[in-house]
Structures are given as C-alpha cells and as structure tokens.
C-alpha cells in the first residue's frame, strides 16, 4: 500500500515543462471528441501549460451548468511490448483542482475483432476518463500503481476496475458529483 504521500495531490502551480509534446495531440482529439458529444471546451489559446488542460462545461436539461478541470495525456507504447501501455501521471503530477484525468489510447488492431473493452473494430481512440478521486483511491492500486513515475494498461485485455468503468465514459463531464467508489470497484 502507498504512502499518503504518494496519493498526493500536487497544490495548484503551473507545471514545469518536459512534455514531448504528445499531449497537445491528446488535447486535440480531446477537444474534437468533446465538442463532438456537445460539450463545451476551454482551453488556453496560447497553451500555457498550468495543469489545467481543459474546462469542460455541460448544460444539463433543466439548465444547469456542469463545469470539469480535466488533465489531459496520451499512452505511449511500452518498448517491451506492443500490447501495453505506458501511462506517464502519477498522482503527485495531478493539481489538486482535477476533477477528471482523461487518458488518450491509440489503439491499433490486431485483427478485425472487436476490441474487447470498447467493441470497436479496427484501429481507433480509447478514451479512460477516470475521476481525480477515484485515480487516488487506495483500490486503484489492487491492479494499477499510480504513484509510480508510470503504469501500464493493456487495451487487449479487458480492463479491470476503475478503467472498465471509465473506458469511454464522457458522461462523467455532465455530472455534478463523482460516482461513489462503490460504483468503479464492485463486481459486475
């Protein structure tokens, strides 16, 4: 088990850079797949880099107004495999204001077989959009290590919990709360 150190929020500060810039492709088809499904997205129109990557904003039907912080990232290949991936945000990277951590897969097929997380065929984005308290959560760590410099995720296999529950779960940015814990680490 972590220390509570390492499940750590970082206090609201811009970032220190050393992206290789990779995220900006994940922010991109973030903003695309966002404004897609009818959010509204604000970025910083000169990508300032303060850990905030996105403000989603959701009008709900009686007319209320759901706002997100969201970091944003992107998988990169593990060198030693060409199943899994590398996910480069331990906790202590995330600002404490986080709501949502989106996590950008590029998944490329094998085969002409569904995809046995997001039943799409072919090579295509998966999106984890996984809430701030959940990726801190003491389960998490039962099958991913996020307080590690990376933790890897193999979309070839079905994703254990929380990721199952967030594969793809853009209806996170219309809700006020986040699910409880209950939700993201019970059996189905």
């Not at 209320?64 to 998988?75: G, H």
Request: aromatic share 10%; glycine share 4%; charged share 25%.
């Amino acid at each position: 088990m972590p220390t509570s150190q390492e499940v750590t929020r970082r206090p609201a500060k811009p970032n220190y850079r050393c992206s290789t810039g990779s995220g900006n492709i994940a922010e991109e088809k973030f903003y695309k797949m966002a404004t897609d499904a009818g959010y509204y997205c604000m970025q910083d129109p000169k990508g300032n880099d303060n850990g905030i990557d996105c403000i989603t904003m959701a009008v709900l039907e009686d007319g209320t107004q759901v706002y997100k912080n969201i970091q944003i990232t992107i998988a990169s290949h593990q060198k030693r495999t060409k199943t899994s991936f590398n996910v480069n945000k331990k906790i202590s990277n995330i600002r404490e204001e986080i709501d949502i951590v989106a996590i950008l897969i590029e998944y490329k097929a094998p085969d002409d077989k569904p995809n046995v997380n997001t039943l799409k065929t072919g090579d295509h984005d998966i999106w984890l959009l996984i809430p701030a308290d959940i990726y801190e959560h003491p389960m998490m760590y039962e099958n991913y290590k996020p307080t590690y410099g990376c933790w890897g995720v193999n979309p070839r296999k079905p994703f254990a919990p929380p990721l199952n529950h967030a594969c793809d779960a853009w209806q996170f940015l219309r809700l006020k709360n986040t699910p409880k814990p209950e939700f993201f680490f019970t059996e189905e």
